[in-house]
């Protein structure tokens, strides 16, 4: 997959999450699939949980899919071959989502975007934590950088 820069943030806490989902919805051509990818705790789920609302969704790591209003959140972290991308129906899931979030995706991204409609933009958000003299994890701040995707 091919990617081109679209913007950066630097520095950003978890109290800056909400400037980062504004700009981010001005940003991405809806329909949406956003592949999210950052080491363990890096903050993806957090940010989806800033998007969507905070509190609307949980992590679907153990369910792999979890829908919330016109959004769809998948966590691939368990997900071993592209065949298990089939099986997980994703056409059905997406007929009238706007946002489709997936955790851990890049190693499945060209299946992922065979199994989306058409109409689907594709952008990857990388998420990098900003280690220091924090006193917790919840302090130390990220670096986020949003791509479009191609296969050109």
């Known amino acids: 997959m091919n990617k ?3 913007r950066e943030w630097k520095k950003v ?9 504004y700009e981010l919805k001005d940003l991405a051509k809806v329909p949406a699939m956003i592949i999210l990818e950052g080491d363990l705790g890096a903050g993806k789920t957090t940010f989806t949980q800033s998007f969507i609302g ?23 972290y368990r997900i071993e071959k592209n065949e298990d991308i089939l099986q997980l129906e994703l056409p059905s899931y997406l007929e009238e989502k706007q946002y489709f979030f ?19 933009s ?31």
């Open 122 to 152: 594709t952008y990857l958000l990388e998420i990098t934590v900003n280690e220091g003299s924090a006193e917790s994890e919840d302090h130390y701040s990220r670096n986020f950088s949003l791509y479009s995707l191609s296969e050109d």
């Open 54 to 76: 905070e509190g609307e969704t949980l992590s679907p790591t153990y369910s792999i899919l979890s829908e919330c209003k016109n959004f769809l959140h998948a966590d691939l």
């Open 102 to 120: 997936v955790e851990w995706g890049m190693k499945f991204a060209r299946r992922l975007t065979r199994e989306l409609p058409e109409n689907y």
């Open 4 to 6: 081109k820069l679209i």
């Open 13 to 21: 806490f978890k109290s800056d999450l909400s400037y980062i989902v």
